[in-house]
């Protein structure tokens, strides 16, 4: 009798839910660039600029072609990337490009840029990379060992 009774309420339910209208939502306009009504460009089309508003405009249009934006262009050149380093080195970095009125990327960017010019500066550079790439992966290890005995007690 239970059994009997909880099947007419599971298909009690599920005809409810089959009944039960869904809400529709009208589908998004997903273009960049709307379109507006040809009414209002006729509206806006309709009246003429006066003699004033053509001059102006004659005077504050540049004579030559349009160019694309410089700003975006170097922009569209750009990687972005997390730099994780040293707490000590980040505290001297920010001082150093706060003094000289530099960032963090356009100070790696010249150092960079310097190492490719002096062959022996770069050897210095990698040298001191390799170093301290071998500690911090060392120092990850014993962190690791850390906790997995922390999971064992």
């Known amino acids: 009798m239970a059994i009997e009774e909880s099947t007419e309420r599971s298909d009690a339910n599920s005809r409810l839910l089959k009944q ?8 998004r306009d997903t273009r960049v660039i709307k379109t507006q009504p040809t009414e209002q460009l006729e509206e806006f089309n309709s009246t003429p600029p006066t003699i004033s508003e053509e001059v102006s405009k004659e005077d504050s249009a540049p004579s030559r072609e349009p ?3 410089v700003a975006t262009t170097i922009e569209s050149k750009l990687a972005t990337f997390t730099l ?3 707490d000590k080195v980040d505290k001297g970095l920010k001082s ?3 003094i000289e009125n530099i960032s963090k990327e356009t100070f790696l960017e010249a150092a960079y840029l310097v190492c490719m010019e002096n062959q022996e500066f770069m ?5 001191i990379a390799t170093e301290r790439k071998q500690e911090r992966r060392e120092a990850g290890i014993q962190r690791r060992a850390l906790a997995m005995t922390r999971y064992l007690h």
Do not use: E
């Open 84 to 86: 994780r380093v040293d």
């Open 20 to 27: 039960r209208a869904r809400a529709t939502v009208p589908t």
């Open 123 to 127: 050897q210095q550079v990698l040298s």
């Open 67 to 69: 160019q694309p934006d």
């Open 96 to 98: 150093l490009c706060t």
